[in-house]
């Protein structure tokens, strides 16, 4: 097996992946998707009543434009940044899912209308390290003499359990396209021309009586090319031992943590599969 990285972003990776197999590729894009830990809100505390505010006097009522329901579903979707190496989830914790500071972390909102609540309106209680990555996502807008005050719980989950603690996104994989080309007999270069015209991704051209291709790496292998030429002059193949994986994260994980966490994750699993195996009388 090799890994060729053709790009590593701190939020996003595209790689090229030789000597696997579309199974063996597809279980990391599975991991990827479902098996990241990270931080996600989870709990949200709502204050009910008045709110005075003590520099000005004025009164407020708690209460926002929408649901208290959907102010919080908006404060899970946050992303927020995760250390694996420090939280754990509830579950695996020495606290036994009673709450401490390796399995959780609170937060706090409280502002007062008229204005807009972003994410950078909540503040982390303790480590400031851990406030929101994207600081100008919009949660409510607030009209005057309205407020909203609450405190926020996140904990360590994953998309198997809910889309707000799904890492990576927009993971694919794709085989490495190869397109062959040699003129048959019959086929003219007016048919050439025709089909360096019906590529969607435009990497087919026409010059001086022959077809080339200019990257074929932005093959789609849609088959466009090989239907436009009825003398099948131009086959395109899918290598079965050559991928590119490409994902983005929500900052709430780097790329490279991300991938490195599911190549370990992934290589457990496999590990608990074989003692299983071997533990069958």
Not at 36 to 57: N, Q, S, Y
Request: charge should be negative.
């Amino acid at each position: 097996m090799e890994v060729l990285i053709q790009e590593l972003k701190p939020r996003a990776a595209r790689l090229e992946l030789t000597g696997l197999s579309a199974p063996q590729v597809n279980a990391i894009r599975r991991t990827l998707l479902a098996d990241l830990p990270k931080l996600a809100i989870e709990d949200v505390e709502f204050h009910l009543g008045p709110i005075r505010d003590e520099a000005t006097g004025k009164d407020y009522d708690s209460s926002t434009s929408m649901f208290d329901e959907a102010v919080a579903l908006r404060l899970g979707l946050l992303p927020i940044p995760t250390d694996l190496g420090q939280f754990r989830k509830r579950s695996e914790c020495t606290c036994e899912g009673a709450g401490c500071p390796h399995c959780q972390v609170m937060y706090s909102v409280d502002k007062k209308g008229p204005c807009t609540v972003y994410a950078r309106d909540l503040t982390p209680l303790g480590d400031a390290s851990l406030a929101i990555v994207e600081p100008e996502i919009p949660i409510v807008r607030l009209g005057a003499r309205q407020a909203l005050l609450a405190y926020a719980t996140a904990v360590v989950g994953t998309s198997r359990e809910h889309a707000k603690w799904q890492a990576a996104h927009a993971v694919g994989q794709s085989p490495r396209p190869h397109v062959r080309i040699q003129k048959h007999a019959g086929c003219t270069d007016a048919c050439l021309k025709r089909v360096s015209g019906v590529c969607p991704v435009n990497i087919l051209e026409f010059g001086s009586g022959k077809l080339s291709v200019t990257d074929e790496t932005k093959c789609i292998l849609c088959g466009a090319c090989e239907k436009a030429c009825e003398h099948g002059s131009v086959k395109v193949e899918p290598d079965e031992s050559d991928f590119f994986l490409r994902f983005d994260t929500d900052g709430s994980l780097s790329a490279r943590e991300a991938l490195r966490f599911a190549l370990k994750d992934l290589k457990r699993r496999f590990e608990d599969l074989r003692e299983a195996v071997q533990a069958i009388p």
